[in-house]
């Protein structure tokens, strides 16, 4: 029935909101402006110059720098998060994950990330997943980000597989809201009150039950 799971990183496989906030609030700082975690909630699933006009925007400072400045504070926090990050190892999977690709694998499933991180590439070396991954949708090569269709249309087009055939995974409802004007199958992982767009809801992605999604 389906040939490719494209999978959501942040919030799917693995959970580095907490280095983009802790990334975040130190630049944030830097240019006297505070953030907190309600607030980081926001930026997820948002694309890293969108996440800085949000900070800027949410503080009223979005007409205090030029473009250069923004450029450089976005490279500031992304070198701060990537410090972070190179502490991953794959311990820092979600549980379930690597038997879930095992068995897509087994069903000659495709496997692809669609990710709005610039830094996918990375963290899928780190967590040891590489092997299972057929393609990375790499963000800078699409118009446009999450809840636009494009991530997941560009993964389906490189792999060379029907619309209908594909699975998107997402934590974020404007992942979900993406997988579905993409119109692919969309299963949600998180709150299904908060993920109430998605075909399917599960809590963790430990849970995703391939029988039930297959038949
Ligand atoms: P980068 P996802 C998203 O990942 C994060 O949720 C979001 O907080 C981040 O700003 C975005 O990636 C871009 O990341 O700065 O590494 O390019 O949920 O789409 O996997
Ligand atoms: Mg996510």
Redesign the pocket.
């Known amino acids: 029935k389906y040939k490719l799971f494209i999978f959501?990183?942040?919030?799917v496989i693995t959970e580095t909101?907490e280095q983009?906030y802790q990334a975040w609030k130190k630049l944030a700082k830097e240019i006297n402006i505070e953030i907190d975690r309600k607030f980081n909630e926001k930026?997820?699933?948002?694309?890293?110059m969108e996440?800085l006009e949000r900070i800027l925007k949410n503080a009223h400072r979005e007409n205090d720098f030029t473009d250069e400045e923004k450029l450089e504070f976005a490279t500031r926090k992304?070198d701060n998060?990537r410090e972070m990050i190179l502490k991953c190892t794959e311990d820092d999977l979600f549980e379930g994950v690597k038997d879930l690709f095992i068995e897509l694998k087994k069903r000659d499933i495709k496997i692809a990330i669609g990710?709005?991180?610039?830094?996918?590439p990375t963290l899928v070396d780190l967590l040891g997943i590489k092997d299972y991954i057929d393609y990375i949708v790499n963000?800078a090569e699409v118009k446009r980000g999450?809840p636009a269709p494009d991530i997941f249309l560009n993964a389906a087009e490189k792999l060379g597989v029907d619309i209908s055939e594909c699975v998107g995974i997402e934590d974020?409802e404007a992942?979900i809201e993406a997988i579905k004007s993409a119109g692919m199958f969309a299963v949600g992982i998180g709150d299904s009150t908060v993920l109430n767009q998605a075909d399917i809801v599960y809590k963790h992605t430990k849970d995703i039950d391939l029988e039930e999604l297959m038949n």
């Open positions: 959501d990183m942040d919030g909101s983009h930026l997820k699933g948002v694309s890293r996440s992304n998060y990710s709005a991180s610039k830094n996918a963000p999450k974020a992942g």
